[in-house]
């Protein structure tokens, strides 16, 4: 049974919010926690000393720690021209730090402070139905951290307390990289999940307590576009403020906005949820509305009917196709284990299925990013990356 994002993001509200603090995962024993440590260890919350944050290299090439330890060829970016970083940057799968290349204080020389967001991760998602199997299914977070569920692997956090433990965190980090001769100060904070939107007064007053101190950083939430619905919703419930995604644009902060199908059933399946693509752009035109800047990540998408999304796209929002990146999707351990868990309730070969979901999740990203290529060479006059996606602003038409 395919669960309902709004209804289940009012349940999830009831234990993922308590009074001014919000439920995030308590990474130490997770396995997504042992997956993304290996270059900057997870950081605690300075209050109760509960490791909360990870920090993930985004581009592992030119950060001098991450490329030896992930066997990558390093790019000493302070040796490059401008030129050189930003069209290194721009073709990464991971290019976010060029998403702030047109903020206040960013160079290209500084590429590095972009490189390696702080995060914390809201400890449940609408798209999850609690079970051993929910989410979308190459989801790379732990089910238990995804459950909204109190117990352990999860604990609240003031937004006081997140900024107070970013800045202790970012000296830290600075620290570590100072030592291997590196001059890094982390400047992106990122509230991850699970599913933000649902805690959006929280993220709201997390940016209010960074703007209360003066501090010299940047933001992203990343957002699974049932926001639309699931904003209206709280708002006329009054779980939220009214006008909390202007309000919230305001704060220099990018939105990750997921695009996880690209017809209806290319949507269900790869979410489980009832979500729609009609939500899906009604969340969209909401974002842009309220004057975020989003970048939109595709994830699994049916390459027969890419093109035609595409297309649709760009007729209602100008540049759309431009801005989307399409994510190659690997099993990491979570994923792994909620695969093998499905493979357990239908009674077929648990390494058989990986292999063949693997198999299935690689074909669609590579002839998806065919179809891209194809469709932006014939309509825009360029190929798939060659544009720096923060140049090409998205507008409603
Ligand atoms: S991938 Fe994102 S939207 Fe999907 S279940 Fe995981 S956290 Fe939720």
């Not at 939105?255 to 209806?264: C, R, S």
Request: hydrophobic share 40%; charged share 25%; net charge neutral.
């Amino acid at each position: 049974m395919k669960i309902d994002p709004v209804k289940r993001a009012l349940a999830l509200r009831k234990t993922l919010k308590k009074d001014d603090r919000v439920m995030v995962v308590d990474f130490s024993e997770t396995l997504q926690g042992k997956d993304t440590s290996r270059v900057i260890d997870l950081m605690p919350n300075v209050a109760t000393g509960e490791y909360v944050f990870r920090a993930k290299v985004n581009i592992k090439e030119i950060d001098p720690m991450a490329a030896g330890v992930y066997g990558k060829d390093f790019k000493d970016v302070t040796k490059m021209s401008d030129a050189e970083i930003e069209g290194f940057v721009k073709r990464a799968e991971f290019d976010f730090p060029l998403w702030f290349k047109h903020n206040k204080g960013f160079s290209m020389g500084r590429v590095l402070d972009y490189n390696p967001p702080f995060i914390m991760q809201v400890a449940g998602c609408n798209f999850h139905d609690g079970s051993n199997t929910g989410g979308c299914r190459y989801c790379f977070v732990d089910n238990e951290s995804n459950d909204g569920v109190v117990g352990s692997g999860k604990t609240y956090i003031s937004a006081r307390e997140a900024v107070d433990s970013f800045v202790v965190a970012r000296g830290k980090v600075a620290a570590a990289y100072a030592e291997k001769g590196a001059d890094l100060q982390m400047k992106v904070l990122r509230v991850s999940g699970g599913e933000p939107t649902i805690v959006l007064d929280w993220v709201l007053d997390l940016w209010r307590e960074v703007e209360s101190r003066g501090l010299d950083c940047v933001g992203q939430i990343d957002s699974n576009l049932s926001t639309g619905t699931l904003v209206d919703e709280f708002e006329r419930q009054g779980i939220f403020e009214k006008h909390t995604l202007e309000k919230l644009a305001e704060f220099p902060v990018k939105v990750l906005t997921a695009l996880k199908g690209v017809d209806a059933s290319n949507l269900q399946d790869n979410v489980q949820s009832t979500a729609t693509l009609k939500q899906q752009l009604y969340s969209i035109k909401m974002f842009l509305t309220a004057g975020f800047d989003i970048f939109p990540q595709m994830y699994n998408p049916n390459p027969a009917s890419l093109e035609g999304y595409l297309r649709k796209m760009d007729r209602q929002i100008e540049n759309f196709a431009l801005r989307v990146h399409i994510g190659p999707l690997k099993a990491y351990g979570p994923t792994k284990a909620r695969l093998q868990a499905e493979a357990k309730a239908l009674g077929i070969d648990e390494a058989a299925h990986l292999a063949d979901v693997q198999a299935q999740w690689d074909a669609n990203y590579k002839n998806g990013c065919d179809v891209m290529n194809d469709y932006l060479q014939k309509t825009y006059g360029v190929g798939y990356r060659d544009v720096v996606r923060s140049d090409v602003g998205l507008k409603l038409r």
